[in-house]
């Protein structure tokens, strides 16, 4: 079987599953597994083997028209490159594990045949978009992962935040969409078609006629997708949705599409060097806005969350500094770490019955409990914090060098202020993001207090998951050498400089949040419990009173705001009062409140965008019912009434008919004369 057939299968299978388990799923349970894995596991297998043939070769392309659309013809195209295939095997892979994954954590949801086929219809959408060769064909699937994330973020609709989630999700990646399908059609306008080899090709010859305006458009669109500034509020409320969910989205489909998209048309936004610029300021704001927000989170997912805006922000920045090598290699290495850090979070959830930070530090015991996840997400938040020698130091170090090669003048790609840009940014988050990772593990793992409640071993299909996934977590940052003739060939080895410079900003942030911790853990020994407090012991300082608060309500708040809490777990135990040992509070000090509401971006764009348009349409609904339908019940009362004058005269009288004609015909008789008369004397 040839290589293009192969390819044609890896986004079919899963296509075929999606179909029928929606057409089956009610009427044959027993077959809702098998259809979930089995054609996933297919197109991951199938994957491997067309990146294994194409081998970081020359890209295969092949191409057939599907109909005449006029102008510019819209073909069925594949194109497979070392990006192509090596991004489809990380899909392949991170959805296998999400379906395996998702067979024990939402064993009891009676909607699981629906998820599991929605499941498999966005790993196809995401599949097509990796392997098209066609920009309207890519753009079926974007479209289509769009409105699966809706559905799959709203899977628990019956509350409130699920449905403001799903709905806000689809909305601003549409905000962004619409802007990046007019740079699609100017981009195809310009290079006569929608094929990607022939858009290349336009752009090394210089044909493009409105570089800057193009790229601009395109990267709204980005924006939205890949969740960076200021289009990502979306993607922290997206947690409303299954943590498996989260996991798919944010480590292998989606968020990842906008990135890949970039790196396939990096010479269209490389032809415009005021674009790159722009793409500069946007990760770095992302990056470092991000990293500080997840220091002020806490929902566990919440705060991965943020890391993903972050690390995707590292990923944009490469992307600004033109090296899509780098890109793509930070997006391969993050999508493994953080489906493990999502899909370990399920677990901790799934064991301590809530997803609250505050309340896992409240609670004693919850490493032993499960021993598979503390292990697994402490080699992954190692990788996330780029801690030698695990995957996420090589591909962020891959990115800080790019960086410094912009930055320094070696590389003439993009502009020496954008590769400064990135550079700062991207040290200054690399320390941020070793803190907050270190948070996490701290108030997950290290917590004191009440037992925490013992469910038994978790599923092998959820803890044989993160083992599998924790191997690349570890080790795929040996491949940087050989993966490099994947890509474009340019070294992806880190230097000494950024090295240091990376390195010693995590271990800053390490020991800087361990220090604020202990201190913080010796503050919450010597202060009083706020629900037995004694007279006379000395009252509580408010910022502890606080602490303490939100530390005893956050199990049962989760409980009752996040249905997946109810779901997969058995009980909600109590956690006892007192302050949580918050290290993110010290590290942030006046700004943590901030932070913690995202900077209220919500709140300005509530004012600027949202109460405006809701305005706009009280005051077209008032034009629409007091102004038009009175001009449109005016003219349907004016006949009415005049119907009704009529409809007095027809008495059925043959009597008052007579006397009505001849008064008629006299009054007929009299203006004649008089008009006679008239007329005679003039």
Known sequence: MSTTTLAVLVPLLPFLGAVAGLLFGRTAPGFVRPLAILPTLGAAVLAVIVAVRQGGGPAISTATELTPTGSVPVDLSLYLDGFAVLVAVLVGLVATC???????????????????ALVSLFTSAMLLVVYSGDLMVLLVGWEVMGICSYFLVGHYWETEAARSASLKAFLVTKLGDVPFLIGLFALATDADSFQITKILGTVAAGGLDHPTLIALLLLAGVAGKSAQFPLHTWLPDAMAGPTP??????????????????????????????????????????MVGSA??????DDIKRVLAYSTIGQLGYMTGALAVGDRGAAVFHLLSHGVFKALLFLGAGVIIHAAGTNSLAAMSRMDGLTKRIPDAFWTMTIALLALAAIPPFAGFFSKEAVLVAAEQTATGHSDLAPSSAGWLVLVAGVLTALLTAAYATRLWLMAFRGRGAAAPDHGKEPVAMTGVLWLLAIPSVGFGLAAGPIADWFDGEQLTPTLVTSVLGTGAAVI?????????????ARTATTPATAGAVPGAGAPQPAAVAAAASAATAAAESAAETPEVAEVTHDHPAVPAGPAPDPGRALLGPL???????????????????????????????????????????????????????????TGNVQSYLSALLAG????????AVLANVNAGS
């Not at 999400?98 to 599991?116: C, F, G, I, M």
């Not at 500080?292 to 989170?297: G, N, S, Y």
């Not at 942030?509 to 853990?521: D, F």
Request: no cysteine; hydrophobic share 55%.
């Open 292 to 297: 500080l927000a997840a220091l002020a989170q």
């Open 245 to 286: 969910v989260s996991a798919l989205i944010h480590a292998a489909t989606m968020v990842a599409a906008g990135v890949y998209f970039v790196a396939r048309l990096l010479p269209v936004f490389a032809a415009s060097r005021a674009a790159l610029v722009v793409m500069a300021v946007m990760a770095a704001v992302t």
């Open 98 to 116: 999400v379906q395996l994954y998702s067979t024990a954590y939402l064993r009891e949801d009676p909607r699981y045949p629906s998820y599991a």
């Open 665 to 672: 015909a006299v009054v007929l008789a009299i203006a004649t």
């Open 509 to 521: 942030g390490v020991m800087l949040t361990y220090a604020l911790w202990q201190r913080a853990v």
């Open 592 to 650: 943590h409140r901030h932070a913690a509401d995202g900077f209220h971006l919500d709140a300005v764009y509530d004012r600027l965008f949202v109460r405006p348009v809701r305005a706009a349409a009280s005051l077209v609904r008032f034009l629409d019912r007091e102004v038009v339908d009175t001009y449109v019940r005016g003219a349907g009362a004016g006949p009415r009434l005049l119907g009704s004058l009529v409809r007095r005269a027809q």
